[in-house]
């Protein structure tokens, strides 16, 4: 399965672009979601360790900012559990990752030579519409161009929180994992923060991913019209 990075400086859409592709996946492919950010009007599983990350099979994870958890602080033994155990397997566990970073550099060596494609994205003045460059590879060159896609942003600032700090417990192969919370919701509420079950944040907790995926789909019929207007 494919594994990609979106590249760009702080506020150039970088995050935006890969919750885009997350919308995509899931909304006209039905694919299982796994972030590390809180995603909103998303069914997704919330993980918070690469021990989590390494227990997934079979979906689309969302890895934000990856450089600021795998990068020359992480010991090198920890990096290859990293990279061989869970990037360089996902095809085998049916997973495609989407990461993003600054600058393709950031990245580990390792990382960036099994990566297949990088995302460049670039927003129009009005910031209504995202342009995004395709490139074969890890680097943004132009004799690996592909192609250019674009996606009005109305619909993507709504299914995430532009200040969220990222973070990821360091990889303990003798700990054991959390079972990590699988989450429907409709708000951020800057006063409650995240998965607060208020009737502003209106946030769900499920058992499983088949609960999630039926309540999402549920809630895009009801609002399908609105959907269609924003895509």
Same mark, same amino acid.
């Given at each position: 399965?494919?594994?990609?990075?979106?590249?760009?400086?702080?506020?150039?859409?970088?995050?935006?672009?890969?919750?885009?592709?997350?919308?995509?996946?899931?909304?006209?492919?039905?694919?299982?979601?796994?972030?590390?950010?809180?995603?909103? =009007?998303?069914?997704?599983?919330?993980?918070? %360790?690469?021990? @989590?990350?390494?227990? *997934?099979? !079979?979906?689309? /994870?969302?890895?934000?900012?990856?450089?600021?958890?795998?990068?020359?602080?992480?010991?090198?033994?920890?990096?290859?559990?990293?990279?061989?155990?869970?990037?360089?397997?996902? =095809?085998?566990?049916?997973?495609?990752?989407? %990461?993003?970073? @600054?600058?393709?550099? *950031?990245? !580990?060596?390792? /990382?960036?030579?099994?990566?297949?494609?990088?995302?460049?994205?670039?927003?129009?003045?009005?910031?209504?519409?995202?342009?995004?460059?395709?490139?074969?590879?890890?680097?943004?060159?132009?004799?690996?161009?592909?192609?250019?896609?674009?996606?009005?942003?109305?619909?993507?600032?709504?299914?995430?929180?532009?200040?969220?700090?990222?973070?990821?417990?360091?990889?303990?192969?003798?700990?054991?994992?959390?079972?990590?919370?699988?989450?429907?919701?409709?708000?951020?509420?800057?006063?409650?923060?995240?998965?607060?079950?208020?009737?502003?944040?209106?946030?769900?907790?499920?058992?499983?991913?088949?609960?999630?995926?039926?309540?999402?789909?549920?809630?895009?019929?009801?609002?399908?019209?609105?959907?269609?207007?924003?895509?």
């Amino acid at each position: 399965m494919p594994l990609t990075n979106v590249v760009g400086e702080l506020g150039t859409g970088k995050t935006m672009t890969a919750v885009y592709l997350m919308f995509r996946n899931w909304f006209f492919k039905g694919q299982k979601l796994y972030s590390n950010i809180h995603l909103f =009007r998303l069914p997704f599983i919330y993980v918070t %360790s690469v021990k @989590q990350l390494d227990e *997934a099979r !079979e979906g689309y /994870i969302l890895l934000d900012e990856l450089w600021s958890f795998c990068d020359a602080r992480m010991s090198k033994s920890k990096k290859n559990i990293f990279t061989a155990n869970i990037l360089a397997r996902s =095809r085998k566990r049916h997973l495609t990752y989407v %990461s993003t970073s @600054q600058v393709a550099d *950031a990245l !580990e060596s390792r /990382i960036r030579k099994v990566l297949d494609f990088t995302f460049y994205p670039v927003l129009n003045r009005e910031e209504t519409v995202m342009k995004v460059m395709v490139f074969r590879g890890g680097y943004v060159k132009q004799q690996h161009y592909m192609k250019t896609i674009y996606y009005r942003t109305a619909m993507m600032k709504l299914l995430y929180w532009t200040d969220e700090e990222v973070w990821m417990d360091d990889y303990d192969e003798n700990a054991q994992a959390e079972i990590p919370k699988i989450i429907f919701q409709e708000n951020y509420n800057e006063k409650h923060g995240f998965c607060c079950q208020c009737k502003d944040c209106r946030t769900v907790f499920f058992e499983t991913w088949e609960e999630a995926d039926k309540y999402a789909n549920a809630y895009y019929q009801k609002n399908i019209e609105n959907v269609k207007r924003m895509l």
